[in-house]
């Protein structure tokens, strides 16, 4: 009864915006605070039920949409003769490389003479890898370099884009979760900041992948969703709109949001649906026993190690199929977007205040504070212009008017203060 | 070859920047360090109390000079940081009673002040982007070049010039005065002792008598007055950013954990070893090669392993190295 008041008052929130402010509005914010759910179970599957505390989360929602952009972005015409199969080659051989390095300290005894041999042989390789590597990418990023220089994509449907970027970010997250997982809690929290970090910094400059900071653009739109302008040319569509007598061009972009909310939707409610099923199973009471104590879990013939790792590349994996929704949503990719306030740390606020441990309350938290992140992108300028009509204009009231942008930072971290001291469970307590 | 050259061009691009950015790092290290060993949680606020404590730095700073106060050769930042610890601290103080302590007397468990930590993040974050907004604020006044690359040339009649500006040199000074006073604090002070005897072991502590509620004060005020330095001393020498302190929050967590958290000199070789590892790694030595090899053998590569952006990968891969090894890291005990 609780729950579905909590979900009806945040429904409310998004009716109001659509009623005071703009429909389209309205449906902006609830496509992106769905994406928001969906990476707030991801997050709430690693915290709540397993209590692995992440704070990279930026880095996996990156990799949904360099999912995206490898999957349906348009092919680019001579990359692969310049040197995508060279790239590929050289990445391949770094793989193979470290994995015999891995191969190399497990085997050898152990030793200083160990630790150099690895040293000595990791250098050769790296060399050998930027040789291989730097002609191919110059040749790939000379290839059209104004319009592309990338090594653009398969052109296949985005839907299939969006396992790919779960996988992408499942497979990163299998690497750091063998190093970093089984140290210190706040250890973990650390390495993952880092991982976060370099993801972002390779985005942002490895041109060859996804054009770095020029912006991949025109990425496909996933299958249902067609584009405005077709919409409006459709004999069907028009004819429905001519019914309830309404202008078809801001009709045309309600009907391609609300197929987006449609999509999200069910992608929510499956997850949704399969988590509930994880958790009420044996599995579930075992993470559960896990997070609660490891010790009396181990004891009891429980494999913690494996088992946190299992759960971190599930919710890896769950935050990196919402950063490729995201992708699709906006249908370009830009890396210069991907803030660790916004991705990793709003997303954490969510599921705090949603309930961590309980998968509905990780998703009220998501569609709720993504609510008031992006309406505060609006709400704060008018209500600060309200608070200071009645000062005369000057630098005073233009410098209360640029701040009113930064207060939403300020009032989610009061409100993140709030509900850790007075409400630690959340809104949606756990079972 | 050309030794003399190559050297000088060695300190120019590397020495030199190191130990300025390895000051600045110790110098945050130390703040996480202390907090970790005191009140025992990674503090992932520290970056944005750098922020906050540079902003105090910034506006202090504008205020003296509106005054047409300043401090000569050097930036008129050195005279407005004591009011700029002061402010810091009052605020910093301000988010242990409101925050921190009520967990700490509750016993929380270290992850649950660690989420706090970030609700505070939030909050200073705003704080400082409501103060400043997010340009890039340029408050180094002053000389600019202690040793001018043009003076150096005349002087010694090299062809490779060595420049140190004052921000560098004063980055250096500023660090070893303030990490002699805190290690003579916690040596030989009554307070420095009971910080150090409460996070050897509370429990002992408490029952010898000793406060915790103003240890863990003095801590606060510590760590921001660390944080204030370290932020202003960046902020003189690259520029005001916001964004570039929570950047920070890496190489500092790196510097703290590989020194070993908790131990004060543990972070300050932590810092430095950060420091120049980036350096090294980053930096082209095709100039500095070229003065050591015959002509025209080089090429014209860079000769550069990784590029400047990858940065923050050098102190994660030193991270991850340590917490493999040596998971307390080179002077870690606990």
Redesign the interface.
């Known amino acids: 009864m609780r729950n579905t008041l909590l979900f009806a008052g945040v429904a409310t929130l998004f009716l109001l915006t659509g009623f005071f402010q703009s429909w389209n509005l309205a449906l902006n914010i609830l496509n992106l605070a769905l994406i928001s759910a969906v990476m707030a179970i991801g997050v709430n599957i690693q915290w709540g039920w397993a ?1 692995l ?1 992440s ?1 990279g989360i930026v880095g996996f929602v990156a990799l949904g949409g360099v999912g995206v952009a490898l999957v349906s972005g348009n092919p680019v015409a001579g990359a692969w003769e310049a040197g995508t199969p060279e790239i590929l080659s050289a990445l391949v051989f770094g793989a193979i490389a470290i994995v015999l390095a891995v191969w190399m300290q497990k085997k050898l005894p152990k030793g200083s003479t160990r630790t150099l041999a690895t040293i000595a042989f990791l250098l050769v390789c ?1 060399f050998i890898y930027r040789a291989l590597l730097d002609p191919a990418v110059m040749a790939v990023e000379a290839n059209d370099s104004s319009k592309a220089g990338h090594i653009g994509g398969l052109g296949f449907n985005s839907l299939w884009a969006w396992p790919v970027g779960a996988a992408l970010a499942g497979a990163v997250a299998w690497v750091i979760g063998k ?2 997982l089984g ?5 973990l ?3 993952t ?3 976060g ?2 993801i972002i ?2 985005l ?2 490895e041109d060859w992948l996804a054009r770095g900071v020029k912006n991949l653009i025109d990425l496909p739109r996933p299958w249902p969703v067609p584009y405005e302008l077709e919409l409006q040319r459709n004999p069907d569509f028009t004819d429905w709109i001519g019914l309830v007598n309404a202008d078809p061009v801001p009709a045309s972009a309600i009907a391609v949001k609300l197929l987006y909310a449609g999509l999200f939707a069910i992608i929510v409610l499956v997850l949704l649906w399969l988590c509930e099923r994880a958790l009420n199973s044996p599995w579930g009471r075992m993470t559960r026993a896990i997070r609660d104590n490891e010790i009396s879990a181990a004891a009891m013939g429980k494999n913690v190690k494996y088992r946190h790792l299992q759960i971190f590349i599930l919710g890896s994996a769950v935050v990196g199929l919402a950063g490729a929704m995201m992708t699709s949503l906006d249908g370009q990719l830009t890396p210069s977007s991907y803030a ?2 916004r991705f990793t ?1 709003l997303i ?2 969510m599921v ?1 205040v949603g309930g961590s441990g309980n998968n509905k309350g990780a998703i009220l938290g998501g569609i709720l504070i993504g609510w008031l992140y992006l309406a505060a992108e609006s709400f704060g300028p008018m209500i600060m212009g309200w608070l200071t009509s009645v000062l005369p204009a000057g630098p005073v009231k233009t410098q209360l008017a ?2 009113a942008a ?9 409100i ?2 709030l509900v ?2 007075f409400a ?1 469970r959340g809104l949606i307590p756990e079972k | 070859m050309d030794i003399l050259n190559a050297l000088v061009a060695f300190a120019n691009f590397v020495l030199v920047p190191g130990l300025t950015y390895g000051s600045q790092l110790a110098l945050g290290a130390l703040g996480v360090s202390l907090v970790f060993a005191v009140l025992r ?2 503090n ?1 606020a520290h970056g944005d109390t750098m922020a906050l404590g540079t902003v105090m730095a910034i506006l202090f700073t504008w205020m003296l000079q509106s005054w047409g106060v300043s401090a000569g050769p050097l930036p008129t930042a050195l005279i407005a940081l004591p009011f700029a610890i002061l402010a810091t601290s009052v605020l910093v103080l301000g988010s242990d009673i ?2 921190y302590r ?1 967990y700490r007397r509750a016993k929380a468990k ?3 002040l ?3 930590s ?10 400082v ?3 400043l ?2 340009r890039e604020i340029q408050f180094a006044d002053g000389e600019r070049f202690l040793l001018p690359p043009a003076a150096f040339r005349a002087a010694t009649g090299l062809a490779e010039p060595l420049a140190i500006r004052t921000s560098q040199a004063v980055s250096v000074i500023v660090a070893v005065i303030c990490v002699v006073a805190l290690f003579w604090f916690l040596n030989r002070t009554r307070t420095g002792k009971s910080m150090r005897a409460f996070s050897d072991n509370e429990d002992l502590a408490l029952l010898s008598g000793i406060n915790p509620d103003r240890v863990v004060m003095v801590t606060w005020i510590i760590a921001a007055a660390l944080a204030t330095i370290a932020g202003t001393l960046y902020g003189l020498d690259k520029n005001y950013r916001v964004f570039v302190y ?2 920070m ?2 190489p500092i ?2 510097s703290a ?1 590989v020194g070993g958290l908790g131990s004060p000199i543990g972070a300050i070789i932590g810092g430095f070893v950060i420091a120049f590892s980036e350096i090294l790694i980053t930096n082209a030595w095709s100039k500095i090669l070229g003065y050591l090899t015959p002509e025209g053998w080089l090429g014209d590569g860079l000769y550069q ?1 990784l ?1 400047t ?2 940065k ?2 050098v ?2 891969v030193i ?2 190295i340590v ?2 090894v040596k ?1 307390n890291g080179i002077m870690g005990s606990k």
């Open positions: 209590g505390f704070a790296f190093v970093a140290l210190r809690e706040d250890y929290a650390i390495a900041l880092g991982i970090e370099i910094a390779a942002r400059n660790p306030l740390f954490w606020v705090i640029e701040s930064h207060m939403r930072l300020l009032m989610l971290g009061v993140l203060l850790l001291r630690p | 949680f990674s992932f409101v925050v009520f270290p992850i649950i660690m989420i706090a970030i609700g505070v993040m939030f909050v200073m974050n705003g704080l982007r409501m103060i907004g997010t929570f950047g929050l890496l967590f790196a954990i392993a590029s952006d990858y923050v990968a102190s994660f991270l991850i917490l493999l998971p």
